[in-house]
């Protein structure tokens, strides 16, 4: 399996634990100039951006590592993207990653509150 497609089933997975856990799932690889937001979800009132990184191996440390300042500040311009053209940007809202491991079967670590603005 490619990495391509590595990512796209640890963000199904991703998809449907939070599904299963009570969020909404609003939207799925929202994109806006350079930026992409993996998963928009609802629940409780709460919006929450999350961001998915899956890996095979913990090899090169944790996958929420590779969520670096760079990649909060994408995330953080492409969530205040898509609060805009929704008509959102006065409700709650969080910074999640989930982390997806492959290697011996798929198994996930959920990281609420993440990051911030």
């Given amino acids: 399996m490619d990495k ?18 009570g969020y909404r799932i609003l939207a799925r ?14 629940k409780n009132g709460t919006l929450v951006f999350v961001e998915v990184k899956t ?6 440390g944790s996958p929420a590592q590779a969520v670096g ?5 994408k995330i953080i311009f ?4 898509f ?3 929704n008509d959102r940007e006065d409700c709650f809202c969080r910074f999640d990653v989930i982390e997806v491991y492959a290697a011996a079967g798929w ?3 959920h990281l609420p509150g993440a990051f911030e603005t």
């Avoid at 890996?55 to 090169?60: D, Q, W």
């Fill in 4 to 21: 391509d497609e590595l990512g796209r089933q640890g963000e199904a997975l991703a998809a449907s634990y939070l599904e299963t856990r």
């Fill in 55 to 60: 890996r095979r191996t913990g090899r090169y």
């Fill in 107 to 109: 198994r996930l670590r």
């Fill in 78 to 81: 492409a969530a205040r993207c």
């Fill in 29 to 42: 690889n929202f994109r806006v100039r350079g930026a992409e937001l993996d998963i928009v979800a609802e």
């Fill in 83 to 85: 609060l805009r053209q």
């Fill in 69 to 73: 300042c760079r990649k909060q500040q």
